[in-house]
């Protein structure tokens, strides 16, 4: 069976949205950010932070490039959609969903802004974040949820109505 791809801005719930679509289809579960911390025993803040981001961009798309899986949800980092071929490789064998939720809810909802590990730089908001991110969102997405007024359960239903579709 095909991949479901989860796509989105920090705090749209790609990885509680993954979690749980992943127990209500029989699939596996896996987050990209996780694996990337795995491998180089380091959160994405530290890495963030050592490297710059340019440098964790690269590394991600690398990492995701290489990313070999069946049957399976895939929580992506925020900002996978810089990287071309890890792009290519997820659409590959699956089916990019977006999770759009908008600025204002994504305010909301991230409490951490600056230990969680997202890939923005100095002076940049989140509303720049999202106008900068969210053409990248719908280019590679074969189906957008607008989830920011849903339960994470409620995500999982549209997800896979519209999948088997």
Known sequence: MKNIVLIGMPGAGKSTVGVLLAKSMLMDFCDTDLLIQKKYSKSLCEIINKEGIDAFIKIENELVSEVKLQNTVIATGGSVVYGENAMRNLKN????????????????RINN????????????????????????????????????ELTPEKCVDLIISRSER
């Open 113 to 148: 802004i600056h230990t969680r590990g997202i890939a923005m730089k100095e002076g940049t908001t989140l509303n720049d974040l999202y106008n900068e991110r969210a053409p990248l969102y719908e280019k590679y997405a074969d189906i957008i949820i607008e989830c920011a």
């Open 93 to 108: 064998n699956g089916t990019v969903v977006y999770l759009e939720v908008g600025p204002d809810e994504l305010y909301e």
